[in-house]
């Protein structure tokens, strides 16, 4: 089965960092972009960034850009999102999930490929606090 | 950046309702539309991808539809299971991806 583990809890300071992990098994884990999603208590889903683990190869949202990095360790299967200066704004659950490019149209001349998250890991909370 | 933009932002309906949630895009997206539930304390789970796809597993009482900026979730027949927030999110034009702010379902 196709799973995607997240560390645990993390309480942190404000300017302080934060490392989370997301271990990857059941699949070939450089075949499959990781995303990461954060949701503030109450609030709606907001994506971070995504890296390609096989590249390593990485895009942000320009909100985090400077502030988040994405990165991985591919002899672990593992995707590590570390976000620093942190303030209570960051207090959130944080997800990884995969990214999957399908493409239902294979015999048109140049079928769409379409991108979705399918796979997602249970979330790691984080809270910042003084 | 594109928008995406949900109505209603909650809804309350009976077991057995035919349920509707839309999402607007702020410009064309052709296609790329994917929806997601999460029920509460939990994770996401894509229900469509492309609009209108079925992702494998989800109930057929799920559909998908709409092209271009306007699109719609429909639960043919409301089930208990089925309480939760439901996203729509936009791949047609990224980095960034993005989600719709959310529609809350409840159970009358």
């Known amino acids: 089965q196709v799973h995607l583990v997240q560390s645990g809890g993390e309480v942190k300071k404000p300017g302080a960092s934060v490392k989370v992990s997301c271990k990857a098994s059941?699949?070939?884990?450089?075949?499959?972009?990781i995303n990461w999603v954060r949701q503030a208590t109450g609030q709606g889903l907001e994506w971070m960034g995504w890296?390609?683990?096989?590249?390593?190869?990485?895009g942000y949202a320009q909100k985090f850009r400077g502030r988040v990095t994405i990165t991985r360790n591919t002899s672990i299967s593992t995707a590590y999102m570390e976000l620093s200066n942190l303030t209570s704004e960051d207090t959130a659950v944080y997800f990884c999930?995969?990214?999957?490019?399908?493409?239902?149209?294979?015999?048109?001349?140049?079928?769409?490929?379409?991108?979705?998250?399918?796979?997602w890991g249970k979330g790691t909370t984080v809270t910042v606090s003084s | 950046d594109i928008q995406m933009t949900q109505s209603p932002s909650s809804l309350s309906a009976s077991v057995g309702d035919r349920v509707t949630i839309t999402c607007r895009a702020s410009?064309?997206?052709?296609?790329?539309v994917n929806w997601y539930q999460q029920r509460p304390g939990k994770a996401p789970n894509v229900l469509i991808f492309?609009?209108?796809s079925v992702q494998s597993g989800v109930p057929s009482r799920f559909s998908g539809s709409g092209s271009g900026t306007d699109f719609t979730l429909t639960i043919s027949s409301l089930q208990p299971e089925d309480i939760g927030t439901y996203y729509c999110?936009?791949?047609?034009?990224?980095?960034?991806?993005?989600f719709g702010q959310g529609t809350r379902l409840e159970i009358k």
């Open positions: 492309a609009a209108s």
């Open positions: 890296m390609n683990p096989n590249s390593g190869n990485t």
């Open positions: 999930a995969r990214g999957s490019n399908v493409t239902p149209n294979p015999w048109l001349p140049r079928p769409p490929k379409y991108y979705y998250m399918d796979v």
């Open positions: 999110q936009q791949t047609y034009n990224t980095p960034p991806i993005t």
């Open positions: 410009q064309d997206i052709n296609n790329y």
């Open positions: 059941g699949y070939s884990f450089t075949n499959y972009d």
